[in-house]
């Protein structure tokens, strides 16, 4: 495929606001899991809470969709003078010309999940002031994000689960390579809300502990929260040698089950396989892996039999999700920044809150962090459903 | 810019319109459209153990889907595919909304799982062994026109077949008052680059800012806007007609979806 490149990209997790904060804590190899004390829940778990989504506002004109969601949307795009880039390329390219593509799991769920415990006693009703379209249907954060931005281009929000945002990144890929438009602000946002951390919870799949990915002792995931976005454009002569390019995607389906991974991770191996098909690159080029890395003991398992098989047992790889938790449908554009940083700054983040690897998973995860020249990542994205997507970044030059 | 494709097999079901020739003959005339409520098959294409767990979004997903691959005589499995849908399982929603708002909170693992917005194409998936590609989307009530972009950009872009299934079901109540959809419709269609034996016709898409088709039949026109999936009815009728024309189909706020259609012949 022709590479794009990521003109500007900013994420917001539990680990940072904004780039800085988040490359800081990347750095410094620290996590940001604390015990769950969301809303009302009652769990006994640890989450990746972001600071400040509550008190952050959204604009008058657009409070319509008022949600923990589309504010902290709202709280990433502040950060690292985004919307300044948005209004940039919006007069390079009109806005017409820019589309929006989003990753989200569960959207504003949570206003839903409010609105059934305030129902008219006698009729049932949900109460008035509950507005469903633009809070917890899929599409409110992009359209959210489409009108804050000013964008007017083809708009949707991809929702595979946890593949969600990395898949955002495949469909702005084909618009813009269509010809159909110019440019893509493409991202995920996924909030916390009680649907996840309780279903998660029922499946016997989230952990009491911060998760450990690729521990021998791993017990499952820490949901997490999220919001990351990029701007894609074609490379031109003001593509940088240091700037960052999507240079893959690989898409495939288990074809498996609906809530487990594919035994031997054939479905992960066949998407790994079509984005080093679609850079045209070999398994050797590729420097680092951010792993999907969840931290229940049959995503890694099947993870690393997939891994090991395309890159063998020296490749280094990690999971962030120790330190952000598991962001579900924005973790794909969240890792895609993460792999971004490392690129730029040489960094492979080692996997925090892991202290003895399996010795059963043949991959090569590294626990610290290793300091050296990294010019291509691939970054892994597996859903329920069976869906599965990774990307390869790198540098230009 | 224009995007092209060829259409081969459709897939239908809604109120009143039970598969895609019953439905292409209401829509060109030749029979009178007869309201009736949806009827979901059951997914006999799926084990046993994963039938059971179907809810009506999937049922719904998957009649359309492979009615679209029989009448292509397309491998399923072969098949990257891009479901559109406006919303998840409602019934299902529902039920863990209703659980998370009771004193227990005790949510059901298989609902939790079925609730994705992905669910239909897992299940796909699973029926038939495919592990292509498969795109998930939602554009709330431009969700149609979000999977036929999609879908004609990878036609155009990656040179390979897709499957394009857009469909939407209701929610009950309390949460069908605040999104009234009323019943059950989908529709699919296989698209390909080149044009193959049981091609049916040929496909341009282009943004637009002139306003929506509309369709002259009260009840036709109601269906249409009820359910986001029935803003592709303009599109099906020109097929269905066997006719060369031009259609607007509803999409943002800002733009629309100018379709060219050349039958085959």
């Known amino acids: 495929m022709n590479p794009l490149e990521l003109t500007q990209f900013t994420a917001t997790s539990c680990i940072g606001l904004g780039l800085d904060a988040t490359l800081a804590s990347l750095a410094a190899h620290r996590g940001g899991l604390t015990r769950c004390n969301f809303e009302t829940a009652t769990i006994d778990t640890h989450i990746g809470e972001v600071s400040g989504v509550d008190a952050q506002q959204l604009p008058a004109q657009w409070s319509i969709f008022d949600c923990r969601n589309n504010r902290l949307a709202e709280l990433a795009l502040r950060q690292d003078g985004f919307f300044d880039a948005v209004g940039e390329i919006a007069a390079r390219w009109g806005p017409r010309r820019i589309g929006v593509f989003i990753g989200t799991s569960t959207a504003g769920i949570m206003q839903t999940e409010l609105a059934y415990r305030a129902r008219d006693p006698i009729s049932g009703a949900l109460p008035p002031s509950f507005v469903y379209g633009t809070t917890h249907n899929s599409f409110s954060v992009a359209d959210y994000v489409r009108r804050r931005c000013g964008l007017e281009g083809p708009a949707m929000v991809v929702s595979s689960a946890c593949a969600s945002s990395a898949k955002a990144f495949g469909t702005a890929r084909r618009m813009i390579e269509s010809g159909l438009i110019d440019a893509a602000l493409v991202g995920g946002t996924d909030s916390l809300c009680l649907t996840t951390l309780y279903g998660f919870h029922s499946l016997q799949l989230s952990s009491p502990a911060p998760c450990r990915p690729f521990d021998i002792a791993r017990d499952g995931i820490s949901v997490g929260e999220a919001a990351a976005f990029a701007l894609l454009e074609r490379v031109s002569d003001k593509t940088r040698g240091d700037s960052v390019l999507l240079y893959g995607v690989g898409e495939s389906s288990d074809a498996y089950h609906m809530s487990a991974p594919h035994p031997e991770g054939l479905g992960a191996k066949r998407a790994m396989q079509a984005a080093l098909a679609a850079a045209g690159l070999e398994p050797g080029d590729i420097d680092y892996i951010n792993l999907h890395g969840t931290g229940t003991p049959s995503n890694d398992r099947s993870e690393s039999q997939a891994v090991t098989s395309i890159f063998g047992p020296t490749t280094p790889c990690s999971s962030t999700k120790g330190a952000t938790g598991h962001t579900l449908g924005a973790a794909g554009a969240l890792e895609a920044v993460i792999s971004s940083l490392a690129i730029q700054n040489g960094l492979m983040p080692g996997g925090v809150q892991t202290t003895r ?39 230009a030059g | 810019m224009t995007l092209s494709a060829y259409i081969g097999g459709i897939g239908v079901l809604g109120p009143g319109l039970n598969n895609w020739p019953q439905a292409a003959a209401v829509l060109s005339g030749s029979q009178p459209y007869v309201a009736a409520p949806t009827v979901l098959p059951t997914p006999s294409m799926l084990p046993p153990a994963e039938r059971r767990r179907t809810g009506r979004v999937v049922k719904l997903a998957l009649a359309v889907a492979s009615e679209a691959a029989a009448s292509a005589g397309t491998d399923p499995a072969q098949l990257p595919s891009v479901f559109s849908s406006s919303g998840s399982d409602g019934h299902v929603c529902h039920e863990i909304c209703q659980a998370l708002a009771s004193a227990s909170r005790e949510v059901s693992p298989t609902r939790f799982s079925n609730s994705v917005h992905n669910v239909a194409s897992g299940y796909w998936s699973i029926a038939t062994g495919s592990m292509m590609e498969s795109n998930v989307l939602c554009a709330f009530d431009a969700s149609c026109v979000a999977g036929l972009l999609d879908s004609m950009t990878q036609v155009a872009v990656e040179r390979h077949p897709v499957l394009l299934v857009a469909y939407d079901t209701e929610y009950p109540p309390p949460l069908h008052a605040k999104r009234p959809i009323p019943d059950a419709l989908g529709i699919a269609m296989i698209l390909t680059p080149e044009r193959a034996a049981g091609s049916i016709a040929r496909i341009e898409v282009a943004l637009t800012e002139e306003a929506a088709d509309k369709l002259a039949e009260p009840e036709l026109e109601a269906l249409r806007l009820a359910i986001p999936a029935a803003r592709s009815l303009p599109l099906l009728r020109l097929l269905a007609k066997g006719v060369k024309g031009r259609v607007i189909l509803d999409y943002l706020d800002v733009s629309r979806a100018a379709v060219q259609i050349e039958p085959c012949a």
Do not use: M, Q, W
């Open chain 1, 357 to 395: 690897v399996d010795p059963t998973l043949t991959a090569h995860y590294i626990k610290e962090n290793r300091r050296g020249p990294v010019r291509r990542v691939l970054s892994n994205s597996f859903g329920f459903g069976g869906t599965n997507c990774s990307l390869i970044f790198g540098r």
